[in-house]
């Protein structure tokens, strides 16, 4: 299991209302059933990632997320998750706006663009980076909205959205360093979230 999902999984509540959004092969979804009792609903567009979710005995929903939510009603969920997907949404921002109308709280991750190695492989090469996070040339990526941690919480502020909880990561080393200067060493930014109550 991916790391960011490790920590996801414990910021979920025992028996959870939880929606996950481009749940993949239902991976998350599928461990928080197990071993949280939790009980929700993917959305999924790929044909093949919504197989094995029906595989696993997951509620799966063939959806397009840049559609909205207007399917669901508000605070139907938890908790609403979409990991490392919110940079391919057309409109991220419209995208958060609903997750936290159908959702009390939202868990969104995503890759750290202000990372020191994009920067780095920028200011050499003059391109941008391919690499394992990012592993498409920019001609065919799915990713169409790259951001930097202080982007993301720039745009929460923006929008009266509470930071429950943040962690940035990475996978391979820097640890000190990542939880020193987040926006330079983390690879990938974990978000909880929540609507500031007016």
């Known amino acids: 299991m991916r790391f960011d999902l490790k920590i996801i999984q414990n910021w979920i509540a025992q028996h959870s209302r939880i ?18 009792g939790a009980q929700g609903y993917g959305l999924e567009i790929g044909a093949d990632e919504i197989s094995a979710c029906i595989a696993k005995g997951l509620n799966v929903i063939e959806q397009d997320l840049d559609r909205g939510l207007g399917n669901f009603a508000d605070n139907s969920f938890d908790t609403v998750m979409m990991t490392q ?28 663009f202000g990372h020191w190695k994009a920067r780095l492989h920028l200011l050499i090469h003059g391109r941008m980076p391919v690499s394992d996070l990012l592993p498409w040339e ?11 941690c202080k982007d993301f919480e720039d745009l929460c502020s923006e929008n009266g959205i509470i930071i429950l909880q943040r962690q940035v990561i990475s996978e391979r ?3 000190i360093l990542t939880q020193l200067l987040p926006n330079l060493f983390g690879d990938t930014a974990i978000y909880r979230l929540t609507r500031s109550i007016l």
């Open 19 to 36: 929606l996950d959004l481009g749940c993949g092969d239902g991976t998350l979804l599928e461990r928080l059933r197990d071993e949280k």
């Open 85 to 112: 997907a919110l940079q391919t949404m057309t409109y991220p921002h419209k995208v958060l706006d609903e997750m936290l109308r159908v959702g009390k709280e939202c868990i969104v991750t995503f890759p750290n």
């Open 138 to 148: 920019w001609y065919d990526t799915p990713n169409i909205h790259f951001c930097t």
């Open 173 to 175: 080393s820097f640890k």
